[in-house]
């Protein structure tokens, strides 16, 4: 993490953070067994507490109070660390383009609007978590909504 090129937390708050969590999810995009292994453990490791004292410092450089960086770090959840937590976890297997139309088509009545979703966002991310849509994407768009919504909080909470 310290060796990230990020601008320092008092010039721009949220790119350093940004950078920062888009390094630690270069990590797990390495060792994609890694945030099973956090969620699945009862205390927190040192490592992980001082990553993320090292988020609320981030926070606080950038003109957070302790209360708002705490409640930024539940809105943020694993997502701190470099994850999220995906609707559907995946199992490996993909569906061919065939069986995947024919599942949508019988799905069309009972459920429209995700079966319109599906049809207008699902693509081939062979890559990706998920299989079907780039979740690094999705990873960087929430990130950004959510760091775009602190800061307005953040100044709004200064003024």
């Not at 004292?53 to 539940?74: C, K, N, P, Q, T």
Request: proline share 4%.
């Amino acid at each position: 993490m310290d060796e990230a090129d990020a601008p320092s937390p008092e010039d721009d708050w949220r790119a350093a953070l940004r950078t920062r969590i888009l390094t630690a999810r270069e990590v797990f995009l390495r060792h994609r067994w890694a945030p099973q292994v956090l969620e699945t453990r009862g205390t927190t490791s040192p490592a992980v507490i001082a990553y993320l004292d090292g988020v609320v410092g981030i926070l606080r450089a950038g003109g957070f109070s302790y209360e708002l960086a705490h409640r930024a770090l539940h809105v943020l959840g694993s997502r701190a660390l470099g994850f999220a937590q995906e609707l559907f976890q995946p199992d490996g297997a993909q569906s061919t383009d065939e069986a995947a139309a024919a599942m949508m088509e019988q799905m069309a009545d009972r459920y429209p609007n995700i079966v319109g979703m599906l049809a207008d966002a699902v693509h081939d991310d062979p890559d990706g978590t998920l299989g079907f849509c780039d979740d690094q994407f999705e990873f960087e768009f929430a990130l950004d909504l959510i760091l775009e919504g602190l800061e307005r909080r953040r100044a709004a909470a200064a003024s």
